[in-house]
C-alpha cells in the first residue's frame, strides 16, 4: 500500500469529521484507532486518518505519539501529512499545537523548512471561520462563544496568532484574507517572505470554501500542514485534481444488527439539546456526573440494569453530561483533570457493558468520551460510510469481530435531531 495523503488527528470525533470530508471528496479513506499494527491489512486505500487521544494530554506525551504515527504514515508513502486539529483551536497556552507542529516540523528536516508551515482552524461549513488571524464560530469570537466555557481546554482568545505563539518556537505570522483572495501565487509568494524572515508557522485566513482550495493547493507542495477538516477539504480537491481518485464507498458491506444504544459525555450547548429533543423518542437516562465521579461502580452497574431490558425493544441514550454550571461545580470540588477523567472512564465501561449486552451500532457525542469508549473496546479501525451530520460520518469496523457500526460525535456538531438521524442511519 502507498497513501498520497497521511493525517494525525488529535482525537477520535475530529479524525472522524476529517475521514468523512476526504471520502465525500472522492478519497478512498480509512481511520485508524492509534498506530495501526504491522499486521493491519489496508488496500485500495489513498489517505489514513491516524486518530489519536492527544489534545488534552501531556504535550511530550503527545508529541511523542505524534511522531510515531507520522513514522509509519511515511512507511506507507504518504507525501503529505496534514497535523488535524479542532476547527475550534481546543488548546490552552500550555499546548498542545505549537509543540506537535514544532516536532512535526523539525522532524522533516530542511523540506518542510522551505516556507512555513500553513495552519488554518477554517471550516465555514461547519461556521468556523478565520478572519485577520481571528477564529469566528458561527460569526462570534472564539472567545465569546461556548467554547470559552470548555470544561478542558477553554478558549479565552481568537486571535490564532496569538495563541499559537504562546505554544510555538516557530515564530508566527499571518497570511490574511487579502493575500488568499489573489490566488495559490500570492500566498506562495508571502510565505516565501515569511521564510525570509525566520518564520516557522503561518496562520491563514479562511472565510470561504474557495479560500480553502486556495490554500490546500499550495499546502499539498509542502511536506506538512495543521488545521481542521476545511483544509482537508482543500488538500483533496488538490489530489483528485491530480488525477488521484478511488471514488468508492469503503463503508459498503452486509448490514450489520443487534441493539442500538447512545452515549453522551459532551457537555456542549450542542449535546445538551440533542439529548432534550432525544427523550421524545428513546428512553434517555440522566447520570449524575458527581456520583460517576465518586461511585462509579455502583453508577455503571445501575445504568446497565436500566438498559438491559430495554435493548430488544428500543435505543437508548445514557447521558453523563452536565451543564456548565454543574461541571464548573465539580471541577472545584475535585479538579478538572480527575473529573474529566473519570467521567470518560465511566463511559467507557457503559460502552463496554452495552457490547457486551448485545449492543452493535453505537452513538457516542464527545470527542474525549468517543475516544475513551472506543479505546476500551478496542477497536483498531473503521471504513467511512454516509455523513449522518456535517463532520459525523457513520463508521463500520475494519478487522473486528462482530462487525460494528459506529457515530462519533465531536459535542458541538450535529442538529437537534442529532440522535434520530443517527439511529435512522444505522438500520439494516
Known amino acids: 500500500m502507498s ?3 497521511g493525517a494525525i488527528a488529535d482525537d477520535y470525533t475530529g479524525a472522524s469529521d476529517l475521514a468523512n470530508t476526504l471520502t465525500k471528496a472522492g478519497l478512498r479513506t480509512v481511520q485508524t484507532i492509534g498506530v495501526p499494527a504491522p499486521d493491519l491489512v489496508l488496500s485500495d486505500v ?18 511523542a505519539q505524534s511522531q510515531a504515527a507520522r513514522d509509519w504514515l511515511k512507511r506507507q508513502g504518504a507525501r503529505h501529512i496534514l497535523f488535524k486539529i479542532c476547527s475550534t483551536f481546543d488548546s490552552t497556552d500550555a499546548g498542545n499545537i505549537g509543540q506537535v507542529l514544532d516536532a512535526l516540523r523539525g522532524d522533516l528536516g530542511p523540506e518542510a523548512g522551505q516556507w512555513p508551515v500553513l495552519v488554518t482552524p477554517a ?10 488571524g481571528n477564529l469566528f464560530v458561527n460569526g462570534v469570537p472564539l472567545n465569546e462563544s461556548p467554547l470559552k466555557d470548555h470544561p478542558l481546554n477553554p478558549m479565552t482568545d481568537s486571535s490564532l496568532v496569538r495563541v499559537l505563539a504562546r505554544q510555538s518556537q516557530a515564530g508566527v505570522a499571518l497570511v490574511d484574507l487579502a493575500t488568499v483572495v489573489q490566488g495559490a501565487e500570492a500566498v506562495r509568494a508571502r510565505l516565501g517572505a515569511l521564510a525570509q524572515a525566520g518564520t516557522g508557522a503561518a496562520i491563514a485566513d479562511a472565510v470561504f470554501e474557495r479560500d480553502l482550495e486556495t490554500l490546500g493547493l499550495v499546502a ?11 483544509l482537508g ?16 464507498d469503503a463503508a459498503t458491506g452486509a448490514p450489520v444488527a443487534g441493539a442500538v444504544a447512545a452515549i453522551a459525555g459532551s457537555c456542549s450547548a450542542a449535546t445538551l439539546e440533542q439529548i432534550a429533543r432525544a427523550e421524545a423518542i428513546m428512553p434517555v437516562l440522566r447520570l449524575d456526573p458527581e456520583q460517576l465521579v465518586t461511585a ?84 483498531a479501525a473503521f471504513a ?20 460494528m457500526l459506529l457515530a462519533l460525535k465531536s459535542g458541538n456538531f450535529g442538529g437537534p435531531d442529532f ?6 442511519a444505522m438500520q439494516p
Do not use: M, N
Not at 477539504?233 to 468508492?248: E, F, K, N, T, Y
Open 3 to 5: 497513501i498520497r495523503l
Open 46 to 63: 489513498d489517505a489514513v486518518v491516524v486518530a489519536l487521544k492527544s489534545r488534552s494530554i501531556p504535550a511530550a506525551d503527545a508529541v
Open 123 to 132: 471550516f465555514p461549513e461547519t461556521g468556523r471561520t478565520v478572519y485577520f
Open 220 to 230: 499539498l507542495e509542502a511536506p506538512l500542514s495543521v488545521g481542521a477538516s476545511g
Open 233 to 248: 477539504l482543500g488538500l483533496a480537491r488538490a489530489l483528485v485534481a491530480q488525477g488521484v481518485s478511488g471514488g468508492s
Open 296 to 379: 462509579p461502580d455502583a453508577a455503571i452497574v445501575a445504568a446497565l440494569d436500566w438498559a438491559r431490558p430495554k435493548l430488544e425493544g428500543t435505543p437508548v441514550l445514557i447521558a453523563a453530561s452536565g451543564t456548565p454550571d454543574q461541571v464548573a461545580a465539580l471541577q472545584a470540588r475535585y479538579g478538572r483533570e480527575a473529573s474529566g477523567h473519570a467521567i470518560e472512564q465511566a463511559s467507557a465501561r457503559l460502552a463496554e457493558g452495552l457490547v457486551e449486552a448485545g449492543v452493535r451500532r453505537l452513538i457516542v457525542a464527545g470527542g474525549e468520551t468517543s475516544g475513551a469508549c472506543v479505546d476500551r473496546l478496542g477497536l
Open 384 to 403: 467511512i460510510g454516509r455523513e449522518i451530520a456535517a463532520g459525523v460520518p457513520l463508521l463500520r469496523t475494519v478487522d473486528h469481530a462482530p462487525a
Open 419 to 424: 440522535f434520530a438521524a443517527a439511529v435512522a
